[in-house]
């Protein structure tokens, strides 16, 4: 089993749903992080946790949301898609100190219709 | 702000050709330095990592050091094969660890 799975792995939906992609790891890492991949702009940071008890805006944190239920659970939400929202999502988790590496799930291809 | 700029694709190669991917940082005191690789349909997985100046990371015959005087993290591999076929990320760690930075991405096919 993937130590960061994600669900679903592929969603088509309608603009004004609400959608919510999970994402559990097996790894007991403490820190866990979604990003957004677009074709040519690479990955960008919409949310990141550290515990349970600590959420974190990254660069692009508008339109979504998150909830981290466990330290193994980390899920994002929009709660009204609209197109432009369509991309891969990828959830990480990352170990500790700053020369750990981010443990990537095999993503959540989201289309917004 | 942290940032990592890598060199824009793609970049098309024939089997047993040398491979180069440049990559150039700007960060505030020593991050750590890594490459990431995706495989077609799959997520992004660590490729090799350097965490200090003049370190060589290395994995499946691939190499970059971490050069403190240029900024760079160049990625290297002197015969490419078709499995090599993926996009190659450029990353950095802050000092803090608190956030990852990634390059653009460049996409790499490897033809027979």
């Known amino acids: 089993d993937a130590d960061v799975t994600q669900t679903p792995r592929n969603r088509i939906t309608k603009t004004g749903k609400r959608i919510m992609l999970e994402c559990s790891q097996t790894k007991g890492h403490d820190r866990m992080y979604w990003y957004r991949q677009d074709p040519g702009l690479g990955l960008r940071l919409i949310y990141y946790s550290f515990d349970v008890k600590d959420i974190n805006k990254g660069e692009i944190s508008d339109g979504y949301s998150v909830s981290r239920q466990a330290q193994a659970k980390f899920s994002l939400s929009l709660e009204s898609a609209i197109p432009n929202q369509t991309a891969l999502y990828f959830c990480?988790?990352?170990?500790?100190?700053?020369?750990?590496?981010?443990?990537f799930g095999e993503g959540s291809r989201l289309t917004v219709l | 702000g942290d940032s990592v700029t890598q060199m824009e694709g793609p970049v098309t190669l024939s089997e047993e050709a040398c491979l180069t991917i440049n990559c150039t940082y700007t960060a505030t005191g020593y991050p750590s330095l890594f490459w990431y690789v995706q495989y077609p349909g799959e997520g992004l997985q660590l490729l090799l990592k350097?965490?200090?100046?003049?370190d060589k990371g290395s994995n499946k015959g691939f190499e970059a050091t971490y050069r403190k005087e240029t900024t760079s993290f160049h990625l290297e591999k002197g015969s490419v094969q078709v499995s090599d076929s993926a996009v190659y990320f450029c990353?950095?760690?802050?000092?803090?660890?608190?956030?990852?930075?990634f390059g653009t991405g460049t996409s790499l096919t490897v033809i027979p």
């Open positions: 350097a965490t200090k100046a003049d």
């Open positions: 990480a988790t990352r170990g500790g100190g700053y020369t750990g590496e981010l443990f």
């Open positions: 990353a950095l760690s802050d000092r803090a660890g608190n956030q990852f930075y």
